[in-house]
């Protein structure tokens, strides 16, 4: 009786090792999950911000495209400057080119002037277009005509960051970058974190492209879509 009562308690010892095991491997897989969460965010905002490069590099080819057939860079200001590149290929009119010209970390229903319509009518009614079609700003040739074709570091597009000019629940492009691209087809990261810490920016403060940038570079961005009379569509060679 004695020996199975030292039996029991041997049992009952290694039940109990076994449940503070137990206990102690979900504590630290709570911990992983707590860490993963934290990450998450930051992962999906990099893969958005991959995309984003990929469609600033696919503009930029479209671009080149363009001024090889008419010797020049598009003439409007604003998001109608290369939004014209969409206006002159309408053969490409497919969802696939349509997301070319936003910015994928904003989402298209995010889009007052594009929600609920086809991606291949979206940027078709020329004359209405304004800030709420994209979340992409372009160069204003109105105000900074100035590009060659060696034109070195020129900001021609970028993340507008629209959304996140309001108190209310504010929405950059990404959370923690900001890009851009310049007329030599370079593609510039702003690391928003860094600048606050610089005091370039202020806390929750995010870059807007336009005159009052605080990214001087980006002044000669507009997030809105003028209509320029004085432009007309280049010659074809």
Request: charged letters at 25%; aromatic letters at 10%.
């Amino acid at each position: 009786m004695q020996h199975r009562h030292r039996i029991s308690s041997r049992f009952a010892r290694a039940a109990g090792f076994t449940l503070i095991e137990l206990l102690a491997v979900m504590a630290i897989i709570a911990i992983l999950i707590s860490a993963l969460a934290i990450q998450v965010p930051k992962y999906l905002d990099k893969a958005k911000v991959t995309a984003c490069r990929a469609n600033l590099t696919d503009l930029y080819r479209n671009f080149t495209l363009y001024k090889d057939r008419f010797s020049d860079w598009p003439t409007e200001s604003g998001i109608r400057f290369f939004l014209t590149l969409w206006r002159m290929d309408p053969d490409s009119h497919n969802e696939s080119f349509a997301k070319r010209f936003t910015c994928p970390g904003v989402p298209a229903n995010n889009l007052s002037g594009i929600a609920g319509r086809p991606p291949e009518e979206w940027f078709n009614e020329w004359d209405t277009l304004d800030s709420t079609y994209t979340g992409y700003a372009g160069r204003d040739r109105e105000h900074f005509p100035k590009l060659e074709v060696n034109a070195g570091k020129q900001a021609i597009v970028a993340d507008d960051n629209e959304l996140a000019d309001t108190d209310h629940d504010p929405q950059p492009n990404h959370t923690y970058t900001t890009l851009a691209l310049f007329a030599d087809g370079s593609i510039q990261e702003y690391d928003l974190q860094k600048l606050r810490i610089e005091g370039v920016l202020q806390e929750k403060q995010f870059i807007l492209p336009g005159p009052d940038c605080v990214i001087p570079e980006l002044k000669s961005l507009l997030r809105d879509a003028p209509l320029s009379k004085k432009a007309t569509a280049p010659k074809k060679k």
